[in-house]
């Protein structure tokens, strides 16, 4: 049952749930499906999160940050990524500012926001992304991270809503946190200039083929680069790898 037609007692029998979950996921890619899956209650189909560097003029992974990640439409991630909007947009630089939850909507219609800054918002509605709520997450140790949740519908979301998924995503960013220093990675992990460019196109959702395709080398030429990057960054999978490179600032989103 969709929680904007829930009773008060659903809300806290699924956000239970959502915790005792969470609390038993094995790999910080689970964590991100469970968080998706509640935010599917509340008819919100994406979800976006990852760690910015503190300093505003910047974009690094801070040592052992959470992983990015997505399931934002493929051609607005890709239009995110070229224009950087995931680096210096007006989501990025309200959660700068906020300590608290905020919709989309109150940047758009704040006085400072400038006219480039609400065609951003204009260009996500168009890619589907008609509302949303980010909650900033900032850590005592400087460290800073955004969650975002975004639907297609342009209506206003409840307090009730807001509360919950706030709460969601700062569990979710505290488990995602722990997974990291239980799993501290050696930053030192040498990768080749042929692996970072294969595990670079892996983080943008290539293929082995098309990765092929790109670089001018075989398939199997390209699997056995990532099987060295996931063997090197001790990761059971090509997504993880990309995810663990991108985090450790090997390669850039």
């Not at 918002?121 to 909650?135: H, K, N, Q, W, Y």
Request: with cysteine; proline share 4%.
């Amino acid at each position: 049952m969709p929680f904007k037609k829930a009773s008060r007692e659903v809300f806290t029998i699924e956000f239970g749930r959502f915790l005792d979950q969470a609390d038993s996921a094995a790999q910080p890619d689970q964590l991100f499906d469970l968080l998706a899956a509640f935010a599917l209650n509340f008819d919100i189909p994406w979800v976006a999160y990852g760690p910015l560097a503190a300093d505003r003029w910047a974009f690094k992974r801070v040592k052992y940050d959470p992983q990015v990640v997505l399931n934002y439409p493929d051609e607005w991630q890709k239009r995110c990524s070229e224009m950087a909007y995931d680096r210096v947009g007006p989501v990025v630089k309200e959660s700068r500012k906020q300590r608290r939850a905020f919709q989309w909507s109150e940047v758009y219609n704040d006085v400072y926001t400038t006219e480039g800054e609400r065609r951003i918002f204009d260009e996500a509605a168009a890619f589907g992304l008609r509302s949303g709520i980010t909650v900033p997450l900032h850590g005592p140790d400087g460290s800073f991270a955004i969650t975002s949740f975004a639907q297609h519908s342009s209506g206003q979301f409840q307090n009730r809503a807001i509360s919950y998924l706030q709460l969601a995503a700062l569990h979710f960013h505290s488990r995602v946190g722990k997974f990291a220093d239980s799993n501290c990675i050696d930053e030192g992990a040498v990768l080749s200039g042929r692996e970072r460019e294969c595990i670079a196109w892996v983080a943008r959702g290539k293929s082995s083929s098309d990765i092929g395709t790109i670089l001018g080398i075989s398939k199997n030429t390209v699997d056995f680069h990532i099987k060295n990057v996931m063997r090197k960054l001790d990761t059971a999978s090509r997504t993880v790898a990309a995810i663990t490179a991108a985090t450790l600032g090997i390669i850039e989103l």
